[in-house]
């Protein structure tokens, strides 16, 4: 089993900043997932993390916007960029090919 | 890519009563179908998987059944109890190089009625 402390567990941002969310796993994974559930809505993956290279990003969502860190096995940050008020979700990591997930980052953007 | 839809949306029964959710997918290289429950305000919780060689998996009360030909996959609660109201997720897991990617259904607000 896979135990992911993620942080900040919720935030309130201005429009315009930036937010980075944190993700500790206490073993070592070889991927990372990165996900926005939308407030009502299911889940959609924004980009996977494999550590030592770049991150791949689904249709819809750029590195701009959603940079990603992972400077090793067991940790991961997602930047969301320039927020605006429509960047308000519930942002999740998760490893094991979803076995797992983090307790989420709820995110709203006045 | 691979599109997943669930069915119902909503669904309300009384407590000892089945519930049964289903959904389908596209792509046919799928070989993986895990579900989902999460509470209000909780992580989605992994409570049931299914891979494509296997046509059927139970836990308990919970069992899930797979289709490939139809692809199809449904989600069967029997005896439901008041805390299995929840949210529930199925997901496909789709082929490809893309490891571990998986696609969600849009959810079924379960809600079990004492």
């Known amino acids: 089993s896979a135990v992911i402390s993620q942080k900040p567990s919720r935030d309130i941002c201005q429009r315009g900043t930036s937010l980075t969310i944190q993700c500790q796993v206490d073993?070592?994974?070889?991927?990372m997932f990165w996900y926005r559930q939308q407030p009502g809505q299911s889940l959609t993956l924004i980009a996977t993390?494999?550590?030592?290279?770049?991150?791949?990003?689904e249709s819809g969502f750029v590195i701009d916007k959603f940079p990603i860190s992972r400077p090793n096995l067991t940790f991961s940050t997602l930047t969301v960029s320039n927020m605006s008020p429509e960047d308000s979700s519930i942002y999740l990591c998760?490893?094991?090919?979803?076995?797992?997930f983090g307790s989420g980052t709820r995110l709203t953007v006045v | 890519g691979e599109n997943v839809e669930q069915h119902p949306s909503t669904l309300s029964v009384q407590e000892g009563d089945s519930a049964v959710i289903k959904c389908t997918y596209s792509d046919s290289a799928s070989n993986y179908f895990p579900w989902y429950k999460q509470e209000l305000g909780k992580r989605p919780q992994l409570i049931i998987d299914?891979?494509?060689?296997?046509g059927e998996k139970k836990d308990q009360r919970i069992a899930v059944t797979l289709n490939k030909t139809a692809k199809h996959f449904s989600l069967h609660i029997t005896e439901t109890q008041p805390e299995d109201s929840a949210v529930y997720f199925c997901a496909a897991y789709a082929g490809g190089t893309s490891y571990g990617k998986l696609t969600f259904g849009q959810g079924t607000i379960l809600t079990v009625h004492p």
């Open positions: 998760s490893v094991e090919n979803g076995q797992y």
């Open positions: 073993s070592q994974v070889t991927m």
């Open positions: 299914i891979r494509s060689n296997v």
């Open positions: 993390a494999n550590q030592g290279s770049e991150a791949t990003y």
